[in-house]
């Protein structure tokens, strides 16, 4: 009797750690055939093939759940998408469009829902608050001993980043006596950059600051900086938070005057004193199709894992995040080629390359001067950190860099 209850508890432990083995290597099995199913439906559908595209969609969504882990819901989303798009391939240009604009910086539609979602984004979350600040206190350390200021802001978008900087302003004993603001945006943007500029000219106000604001309506690719007025004595920052890579490269170039490389050499011609710029540190641009897919669902998948420890599952404005912004962009990312793919990451050491090939020298111990204050305004926790790798401020999650935060300045002033 005592040998037999010596040994039960042994037996039990043994059995409940192969149940979990089993369990775990069954979820592991489960997801390796999800994430096959949906790369195969994906390239089906790259390849025109929509009617099996349409059929390997049906078979994922129907072993995918909408709550489920960050898998599931990438999956969930890239073959609805599809789906939505092989009823008919007449309608496929017109339906691939709309479906794969991409974010709000390139969508031609802002409903009232996107930008409540957005500004979740951007207040309940550190990354759109970790660009925001680590640029604008960048930005106020090296014009500290300027009277004028003047911002060159690509893909200005609501403006909520110089907002942010007035905000920092308010109480500290630098105040730039002037601001000019140049917010560059698309076409469809005029009106609201009128709300912009009603906006930002009451909280400059507030603070006793001369502001003045001019929209330049085009893709930065396209326009003429040398249009853009310039004033004598004046710091001049150019600026592009989560806005450059959806500039032209590789097969997306049309014109070879408007590609990536090009505009950064236009900008570098600019002389600017700073160019500071935010991008996602993740490869979605040249690649062949699996290793694109592997890098896209590798980078959605952190931000996802980010959301489940953020947000409920069933919040409003974080299934709009997930389906309607990030999830639209894996679907641009995936299903699209040449200028209709608009979501086009680069790592941070891609973009440092691009920089110095621009004539352009990375900025060191900038943001080491900033850290504390930076680190007292975004109390960030795990899984959460900051982290300083070679040329760039990175915003990890798990470990993982999702943004990389930059600040460069000509070669030769």
């Not at 890579?245 to 997306?252: L, P, Q, R, V």
Request: hydrophobic share 40%; glycine share 4%; proline share 4%.
């Amino acid at each position: 009797m005592q040998m037999n209850i010596t040994k039960e508890p042994t037996e039990y432990c043994i059995n409940q750690q192969a149940k979990n083995s089993i369990k775990e290597n069954t979820e592991r099995l489960r997801n390796e055939i999800i994430y096959a199913k949906t790369i195969i439906g994906a390239n089906l559908f790259n390849a025109g093939k929509t009617d099996d595209a349409h059929q390997m969609a049906s078979d994922v969504l129907a072993i995918v759940t909408a709550n489920g882990p960050p898998l599931h819901r990438l999956s969930r989303i890239l073959m609805k998408g599809i789906k939505s798009s092989c009823y008919s391939h007449a309608e496929y240009t017109e339906k691939t469009i709309t479906l794969c604009a991409g974010n709000l910086y390139s969508d031609q539609t802002k409903s009232i829902s996107m930008i409540k979602a957005y500004d979740l984004l951007a207040t309940a979350t550190p990354f759109i608050q970790f660009a925001y600040n680590a640029i604008n206190l960048a930005i106020l350390s090296q014009s500290a001993q300027y009277a004028t200021l003047h911002i060159i802001d690509i893909g200005i978008g609501s403006g909520y980043q110089w907002s942010t900087l007035f905000s920092l302003l308010k109480g500290t004993s630098f105040l730039p006596k002037k601001i000019r603001l140049t917010g560059i945006d698309l076409p469809s943007t005029e009106q609201a950059l009128h709300a912009v500029e009603k906006r930002l000219s009451e909280e400059a106000k507030e603070l006793g600051i001369e502001f003045t604001f001019t929209p330049v309506l085009g893709k930065a690719e396209e326009i003429s900086f040398n249009d853009i007025e310039r004033h004598q004595g004046e710091f001049l920052v150019i600026n592009a938070v989560l806005s450059l890579h959806h500039t032209a490269t590789d097969d997306a170039i049309i014109h070879p005057t408007r590609s990536r490389d090009c505009l950064l050499t236009r900008l570098r011609q600019l002389n600017p004193h700073l160019l500071t710029m935010v991008e996602p540190d993740s490869n979605h641009n040249n690649l062949p199709f699996k290793e694109r897919c592997y890098e896209a669902f590798q980078h959605y998948m952190h931000i996802f894992n980010a959301f489940d420890h953020l947000f409920p599952r069933t919040l409003k404005e974080r299934v709009i995040l997930e389906n309607e912004f990030f999830g639209r962009e894996l679907i641009n990312i995936l299903t699209t080629d040449g200028a209709d793919r608009v979501e086009r990451h680069e790592r941070k050491e891609v973009w440092s390359k691009r920089l110095h090939q621009a004539d352009f020298t990375y900025l060191e111990n900038v943001f080491q001067r900033t850290s504390r204050t930076l680190r007292n305004i975004l109390p960030i926790t795990a899984p959460f950190e900051m982290h300083q790798s070679p040329e760039a401020l990175c915003l990890n999650v798990y470990k993982v860099p999702l943004l990389a935060a930059s600040c460069w300045q000509p070669t030769k002033q």
